[in-house]
C-alpha cells in the first residue's frame, strides 16, 4: 500500500507538468494567432490599432518595473514618453536623422533625464514620491506647450522625412507594427529576467519592507535609480516609435489623462506580472476604441467606472503574479511548495 501511494504521489506531479504544458503550448499559439491578426484582418485600421496596443503594452511594461517590481508610485511616467517623441522629431526634422539613428538617441535622453530626476526625487518615499513624479510629468507637458522652438507649442512638429528601411518607405501602419511587436518582446523578455536576477531579488525586497532592505545592506536609492532609469528607457522607444508613427507630436498626446492610463494599465492588468500589463493594455485599447465610438466624450468616465469596479471585484489584477518555483527541484528533495502570499498590492486571494 506504501508502495502504491508512493507511485501516486510521483504521477501526480507528472500528471499535472503535462498539463500545464499544454496551457502553455495553448497560450503561446493563441498569441501568435492574436498577434499575426492584422496581416490577415487587412486594412488600415486594424493594423493602427494592435500598434497601439503594442505601444501601451511597452508602456506597462516600462512602468510595472517601476510600480510592480520596484513598488515606486510613478505619476509622470509619460513624460519619458513625450521625451523620446520629442527627440525623434527634433533630430528627424532639423537634423535629418532617420528613425533607426534616433531610437537609441531617444532612449540615452530619457535615461539621463531619469537619472537627473530620479537621484534627488527617490530618496523620498510614499506620497511625497507621488507628488514629486506628478510634478516632473506636469514640467514637461507645459515645456512642450510653451517651448515653441524645440516643440512647436500647441501646434506640435510634423513633417519630417517618412522612416524607411533597406529603401522601403513605411506608409501604411502595417510597416511599422513589426517594429513594435519586436520591441514589446524585448521590452518583456528583458525585464522577466531581470526579475529573477540580482537587482530583481533587491527590488522585491525594497518593495516588501524597504527598512528592512537596508538594514540588509541593499543600497535603496541605488536600485530604485536602476528601476526608474530601466523604466524610462522603454518609455522613451514607445515615445519614438509613436512619433515616427503618426507623423506628428503635440502636447495633448502626453497629459496627465495619459500617465493616469499607464497607472491604470497596470493596475488593471496585475502589478509585477508581464504578461499580466500587456494583457491590461490590449483591454484598455480595446475598450477605449468601443467606448470612443459609442459614447464620445463619456468614453473615460466609463472606463474609470470599469476600473474601479475591476478593482473591488478583482484588485490583484486579470492576470496576478505569482512567483515561479522549481516543482522538480522541491519534488526530489521532498520540500513542501511555498505557499502563494498576497502582497499589499495584490489583497485578493
Known amino acids: 500500500m506504501k508502495a502504491l501511494a508512493r507511485l501516486r504521489a510521483v504521477r501526480r506531479p507528472e500528471a499535472s507538468s503535462q498539463a500545464r504544458r499544454a496551457v502553455r503550448v495553448a497560450v503561446v499559439l493563441g498569441a501568435v494567432a492574436f498577434a499575426s491578426a492584422p496581416y490577415w484582418l487587412g486594412g488600415t485600421y486594424f493594423?493602427?490599432?494592435?500598434?497601439?496596443?503594442?505601444?501601451?503594452?511597452?508602456?506597462?511594461?516600462?512602468?510595472?518595473?517601476v510600480i510592480g517590481f520596484a513598488g515606486l508610485l510613478d505619476l509622470g511616467y509619460m513624460a519619458f514618453y513625450a521625451i523620446g517623441g520629442y527627440v525623434f522629431a527634433n533630430?528627424?526634422?532639423?537634423?535629418?536623422?532617420?528613425?533607426?539613428?534616433?531610437?537609441?538617441?531617444?532612449?540615452?535622453v530619457a535615461?539621463?533625464?531619469?537619472a537627473i530626476i530620479g537621484f534627488p526625487t527617490l530618496r523620498v518615499r510614499g506620497d511625497y514620491l507621488a507628488i514629486m513624479t506628478l510634478g516632473f510629468g506636469g514640467i514637461v507637458y507645459f515645456a512642450a506647450e510653451n517651448l515653441t522652438a524645440l516643440t512647436g507649442g500647441v501646434n506640435g512638429l510634423?513633417?519630417?522625412?517618412?522612416?524607411?528601411?533597406?529603401?522601403?518607405?513605411?506608409v501604411t501602419p502595417l510597416d511599422f507594427y513589426p517594429f513594435v511587436l519586436a520591441l514589446l518582446v524585448v521590452a518583456a523578455l528583458v525585464t522577466m529576467h531581470l526579475r529573477t536576477s540580482r537587482i530583481g531579488r533587491a527590488w522585491a525586497c525594497i518593495k516588501d519592507d524597504e527598512i528592512a532592505a537596508a538594514a540588509s545592506g541593499i543600497p535603496i536609492v541605488r536600485y530604485k535609480l536602476y528601476a526608474y532609469m530601466l523604466g524610462s528607457?522603454?518609455?522613451?522607444?514607445?515615445?519614438?516609435?509613436?512619433?515616427?508613427?503618426?507623423?506628428?507630436?503635440?502636447?495633448?498626446?502626453?497629459?496627465?489623462?495619459?500617465?493616469?492610463?499607464?497607472?491604470?494599465?497596470?493596475?488593471?492588468?496585475?502589478?509585477?506580472?508581464?504578461?499580466?500589463?500587456?494583457?491590461?493594455?490590449?483591454?484598455?485599447?480595446?475598450?477605449?476604441?468601443?467606448?470612443?465610438?459609442?459614447?464620445?466624450?463619456?468614453?473615460?468616465?466609463i472606463f474609470a467606472a470599469l476600473l474601479l469596479l475591476m478593482v473591488l471585484l478583482r484588485p490583484q489584477g486579470l492576470i496576478p503574479y505569482r512567483p515561479t518555483f522549481n516543482r522538480r527541484r522541491l519534488l526530489r528533495y521532498g520540500l513542501p511548495e511555498p505557499p502563494v502570499v498576497a502582497d499589499d498590492y495584490r489583497l485578493g486571494p
Do not use: Q
Not at 493596475?267 to 490590449?282: A, D, F, N, P, T
Open 233 to 301: 528607457v522603454w518609455a522613451g522607444l514607445a515615445g519614438a516609435l509613436f512619433a515616427a508613427k503618426e507623423a506628428l507630436i503635440s502636447p495633448e498626446s502626453f497629459t496627465f489623462d495619459a500617465s493616469f492610463f499607464a497607472v491604470a494599465i497596470v493596475v488593471l492588468g496585475g502589478m509585477g506580472s508581464i504578461s499580466g500589463v500587456i494583457i491590461g493594455g490590449i483591454f484598455y485599447v480595446v475598450i477605449a476604441e468601443w467606448l470612443s465610438a459609442y459614447t464620445g466624450t463619456l468614453g473615460g468616465v
Open 158 to 170: 510634423y513633417g519630417w522625412k517618412t522612416p524607411s528601411l533597406l529603401g522601403h518607405p513605411f
Open 91 to 108: 533630430a528627424a526634422l532639423y537634423h535629418g536623422f532617420n528613425l533607426w539613428e534616433t531610437l537609441p538617441i531617444g532612449a540615452v
Open 47 to 65: 493594423p493602427d490599432i494592435w500598434i497601439d496596443m503594442g505601444l501601451w503594452g511597452i508602456i506597462g511594461v516600462g512602468l510595472n518595473v
Open 111 to 114: 535615461l539621463v533625464s531619469s
